[in-house]
């Protein structure tokens, strides 16, 4: 019996990302799921990109961290970490400024994701202006595409303003932030909103499991 051939690449770039991302599941993925994967992350990237410039490498990026929600549900031995998702409309605002606190607060004790419904091609600037004032860094944060594998392997799925297009799936603890939309606001006020979520935050610090 033949194998099936691989998909095409729809950059050849991405081989190389490919590549490395078999070598790191090695043993747990196929060659197909792993390119399989990739082309689907880059093709979701693609439709809301303004700049194809680094649009391979972020392709890379959302394709491990598909695969690293896919084996944590497939019951890889992992951190035990608990895990936390954030979900937005866009990914370029409140989820972001979210995931980002939770990440530098968390220090490490909880795996923290965030994605859109709907996602922007960009990260609002001023929500990274007002993070690196309060100490955090945003250079890497891009919006991400929500994908059904890293909704399955979260904990904790917080919602913040996508509505009806927020996932739900049973066995999951929902929280829902009801927090003000940063986009086109002031700097002023994105830092309130900013200062907002981050008293959510020290809630959700509380309430996690300690590891």
Same mark, same amino acid.
């Given at each position: 019996?033949?194998?099936?051939?691989?998909?095409?690449?729809?950059?050849?770039?991405?081989?190389?990302?490919?590549?490395?991302?078999?070598? $790191?599941?090695?043993?747990?993925?196929?060659?197909?799921?792993?390119?399989?994967l990739?082309?689907?992350?880059?093709?979701?990237?693609?439709?809301?990109?303004?700049?194809?410039?680094?649009?391979?490498?972020?392709?890379?990026?959302?394709?491990?961290?598909?695969?690293?929600a896919?084996?944590?549900i497939?019951?890889?031995?992992?951190?035990?970490?608990?895990?936390?998702?954030?979900?937005?409309?866009?990914?370029?605002?409140r989820?972001?400024?979210?995931?980002?606190?939770?990440?530098? $607060?968390?220090?490490?004790?909880?795996?923290?994701?965030?994605?859109?419904?709907?996602?922007?091609?960009?990260?609002?600037?001023?929500?990274?202006?007002?993070?690196?004032?309060?100490?955090?860094?945003?250079?890497?944060?891009?919006?991400?595409p929500?994908?059904?594998e890293?909704?399955?392997?979260?904990?904790?799925?917080?919602?913040?303003?996508?509505?009806?297009?927020?996932?739900?799936?049973?066995?999951r603890?929902?929280?829902?932030?009801?927090?003000?939309?940063?986009?086109?606001?002031?700097?002023?006020?994105?830092?309130?909103?900013?200062?907002?979520?981050?008293?959510?935050?020290?809630?959700?610090?509380?309430?996690?499991?300690?590891?």
């Amino acid at each position: 019996m033949t194998a099936s051939p691989l998909p095409v690449l729809p950059d050849e770039r991405l081989a190389s990302g490919i590549a490395d991302l078999a070598l $790191r599941y090695r043993g747990r993925f196929s060659a197909e799921t792993i390119q399989s994967l990739v082309i689907d992350s880059y093709e979701r990237l693609a439709e809301h990109a303004r700049v194809r410039t680094h649009l391979v490498v972020l392709a890379e990026i959302l394709a491990n961290e598909r695969l690293d929600a896919l084996a944590h549900i497939e019951g890889a031995a992992g951190s035990g970490l608990p895990r936390v998702l954030f979900v937005c409309s866009h990914n370029a605002g409140r989820s972001q400024i979210a995931a980002a606190l939770l990440t530098h $607060r968390a220090g490490g004790h909880a795996v923290v994701s965030s994605a859109g419904t709907h996602p922007a091609a960009e990260v609002e600037p001023v929500v990274a202006q007002v993070l690196t004032e309060a100490g955090v860094d945003l250079t890497d944060a891009f919006p991400k595409p929500l994908t059904d594998e890293v909704v399955q392997a979260a904990d904790i799925v917080i919602t913040m303003g996508c509505g009806d297009a927020c996932p739900v799936l049973p066995g999951r603890r929902y929280l829902d932030w009801p927090v003000t939309d940063p986009e086109g606001a002031p700097v002023a006020v994105v830092r309130g909103i900013r200062d907002e979520i981050d008293a959510h935050i020290s809630e959700l610090l509380d309430s996690l499991p300690s590891t």
